[in-house]
């Protein structure tokens, strides 16, 4: 048995007084062996006191153990192990390719990202996997293939209509090949362009396709306020007419006079669970989303005042719309809608439809045009009383360096306000929602359990401490509470420091029905 100094595990020996970098990718020795923890397996049951023995990236033994010669021991000193979090809706797709450290994923205990959300996915899928693994990422990433992707790619600019037969069958081919590159489904953002212009019959076609390929389907819905409820109605007839499991991605009510109803909600998905459809939701743990402008008007009539007054009065208040990026006006970014009018001099309703068109206009002009806004939607007892339904898992919907502070805080804010001080809902059984029941609601196996053979991606972290610490004043802050990250059994992050270690892999759809 040999002692194991925090200093050599982040690739470095200290020799005398001088440090020696020996590399940055296997672990140094054959087993680590972690002691001293409390153990939360992700199923679920109590914490107990158990050693978890690593070997290579798999977990070898659970349990009362003895420290062997070749075990390099590492003193959990008394804090909580779990299985590394499974973010099964994420945004981290541009940042990984560009080589981030995913510091905002490792640091709030995430060692798997599902991309590809929101009907908008790298492509090709196949290559894209590769470079991945190629580069070295440093979490492990899965991915679903977008439907918008796909539809772009067959209708291009023509999309603000049905898809014809012909189209539709085309888009299956593109679909099945993207299965083929180890998608774990199709995932579909039918509020967002060019995905809000399918009828229902083309994704339910596209569904089956995914079905047959033993995959998923994941889905930000075609209404998150106005028309929720034919929205959820429509992800449940997907579920039913295509036969495959389906996940309401970020699940929210995000509008005034829907608060209060996530009990007619939680009512709604067990009955149709009890009628054999597979519906599960993830959810992050916020009171604003962020997205673009457009999605306050979703029948895309911009110049239509009455609309633009309904999305003030009823999805988010103007001192509740923040620009946190404007390309006609980058001076506008970090300032509320209520502060724009004020510069302007114009009511909210008509900055925002101004907003909106110049937008549109730069777009046209191939102006900067980008604009995204957080804006504030939801209510904390619906987030709660979702939250805590046992089928919804925790994601953050965020971004490796965007401006939403959940990129960085969703997981250790779940822990932090809503287990310790709110008391949702057990340790445990959170700790399940971010790890067993998130993989089986996006069909990942071999991870999120802390069982003998399953992956060693595990978390140590303190119950009492863990907190966000981002606001979207400060969005990469980083969380409290979080001491280790363990990625395929080599450590990833430690005391607020990712290390060099880039051990993530690409984890592909099983070629088999579970
Ligand atoms: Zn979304």
Not at 213 to 229: P, T, V
Not at 435 to 463: C, H, K, M, Q, W
């Amino acid at each position: 048995m040999r002692r194991f100094s925090l200093v050599s595990f982040l690739g470095l020996v200290l020799v005398g007084h001088q440090t020696i970098p020996v590399g940055n990718r296997a672990p140094l020795a054959p087993s680590t062996l972690l002691t001293n923890v409390s153990l939360l397996d992700g199923t679920g049951s109590s914490a107990r006191r158990a050693s978890v023995r690593i070997t290579g990236d798999r977990i070898a033994d659970v349990g009362a153990l003895t420290p062997r010669a070749d075990d390099q021991v590492v003193d959990g000193g008394g804090l909580t192990l779990a299985p590394g979090f499974i973010d099964t809706h994420s945004h981290a797709d541009r940042s990984l390719m560009r080589g981030s450290d995913a510091l905002g994923a490792l640091s709030q205990g995430i060692t798997t990202v599902v991309v590809g959300e929101d009907g908008s996915s790298p492509y090709p899928l196949g290559p894209h996997f590769d470079s991945l693994a190629r580069a070295g990422a440093p979490i492990n990433v899965a991915a679903y293939v977008g439907h918008g992707t796909i539809r772009g790619r067959v209708m291009g600019t023509d999309y603000k209509r049905h898809a014809t037969p012909a189209e539709i069958a085309q888009m299956k081919t593109l679909l099945a090949n993207e299965l083929r590159a180890g998608a774990l489904g199709l995932s579909s953002g039918l509020e967002y362009d060019p995905g809000i212009y399918s009828a229902r019959e083309e994704v339910v076609e596209l569904a089956k396709v995914a079905a047959a390929a033993h995959g998923r389907y994941i889905s930000h819905i075609r209404s998150e306020d106005r028309a929720e409820w034919e929205a959820f109605d429509e992800i449940i007839n997907i579920g039913r007419q295509a036969h495959l499991p389906v996940q309401i991605s970020h699940a929210k009510l995000a509008m005034k006079s829907l608060w209060g109803q996530a009990d007619s909600l939680i009512r709604l998905l067990d009955r149709a669970r009890a009628s054999g459809v597979d519906i599960t939701a993830d959810i992050y743990p916020y009171r604003y989303w962020q997205s673009g402008l457009s999605v306050l008007f979703p029948e895309r009539n911009f110049d239509d005042r009455k609309a633009a007054q309904f999305a003030l009065d009823e999805v988010a208040p103007p001192d509740g719309i923040t620009l946190t990026n404007y390309g006609p006006h980058p001076e506008y970014s970090g300032k509320t809608l209520t502060q724009i009018a004020a510069l302007t001099g114009a009511d909210p309703v008509t900055t925002l439809m101004k907003l909106v068109k110049d937008a549109e206009e730069a777009r046209k002009a191939k102006k900067p045009s980008s604009e995204t806004i957080i804006a504030a939607s939801m209510d904390e007892r619906d987030i709660e009383r979702i939250m805590a339904w046992p089928f919804a898992n925790i994601c953050t919907d965020g971004e490796l360096d965007g401006r939403h502070p959940r990129g960085y805080g969703s997981f250790t804010r779940v822990l932090g306000r809503y287990v310790r001080e709110r008391h949702v809902t057990s340790v445990p059984e959170m700790i399940r929602k971010m790890t067993s029941l998130a993989a089986a609601n996006v069909g990942i196996r071999e991870r999120g359990r802390i069982v003998p053979g399953a992956y060693a991606d595990l978390v140590l972290f303190n119950e009492n401490t863990v907190i966000d610490n981002a606001t979207p004043a400060d969005p990469h802050a980083v969380s409290t509470g979080i001491a280790k990250v363990w990625v395929n059994g080599v450590l990833a992050y430690e005391n607020g420091r990712v290390t060099p270690a880039r051990a993530g892999q690409v984890v592909r759809r099983p070629l088999t029905s579970p």
